[in-house]
């Protein structure tokens, strides 16, 4: 290796803004279990899956339905 590298030349990266963000999610055993079988049935990670299957939702703006039970109202 060099000692010293000549860097005046370089560019950013093109691909920068489109790379991923690690971030710590708890999610429920049911959830993962669904998601790594639907996984293996189409040959993928799952965390893949689960990040198109976000990324869908967040394109197209859906949002959860909400049923709350023991008498917690909805808002």
């Known amino acids: 290796m060099r000692k010293e590298y000549d860097f005046s030349k370089s560019r950013k990266n093109p691909f920068a803004k489109r790379l991923k963000t690690q971030i710590t999610i708890r999610l429920d055993s049911a959830a993962v ?43």
């Open 33 to 75: 279990a669904y998601f790594k079988q639907t996984a293996a049935e189409l040959d993928m990670p799952y965390q893949n899956l689960i990040n198109l299957f976000l990324r869908d939702c967040a394109t197209q703006k859906r949002r959860p339905s909400l049923q709350w039970t023991d008498g917690v109202a909805k808002r």
